[in-house]
């Protein structure tokens, strides 16, 4: 008898380890989808559908060099003034470098190397480290702490 119990302890650890793996990896998966988005908008120029990887509120943190954004809509003026403005130029974007970690069902970290590559020929470039939350609408940046 306490063999049989042991073996089936056994079984539902490795069920429940099984389980996780799978959960797991279908977070990353989601949250790498949210990014390719991002990265997809960027090189089209749209903004607004880029702004849609962040947490719409106005609790989002961005931290780019010394400067502290706080909420949606100013992080998403902060990337209009950057960006959109006369003499300015969005670039081709991409995240080299990505790591995601899923820290729980609803909690998750990335980091990575941001890459612009610029008509002008220059390629500024950075790294960044992002919190991530699910939400019912899916997985959003709750905190973008960006560097270059």
Known sequence: ??????????????IASAQTTASTSNDEAAIRAVLNAQVDAWN?????????????????????GANENRGYQNTLERYKKAYQSPGHEMGQLDFPELRITVLS???????????????NG???????????????EGWRIIHDHSCS
């Open 44 to 64: 089209k120029g749209d903004l607004e559908t880029y702004m849609k990887g962040y947490w719409n509120s106005p609790d989002l943190i961005f931290i780019g």
């Open 105 to 119: 069902p609803v909690s998750a970290y990335a980091t990575g190397k941001f890459h612009l590559k610029m008509s």
């Open 122 to 136: 220059k390629e500024p470039t950075g790294r960044f480290t992002l919190i991530i939350r699910k939400f019912p």
């Open 1 to 14: 008898m306490r063999r049989f119990i042991l073996v089936t302890l056994l079984l539902a650890a490795i």
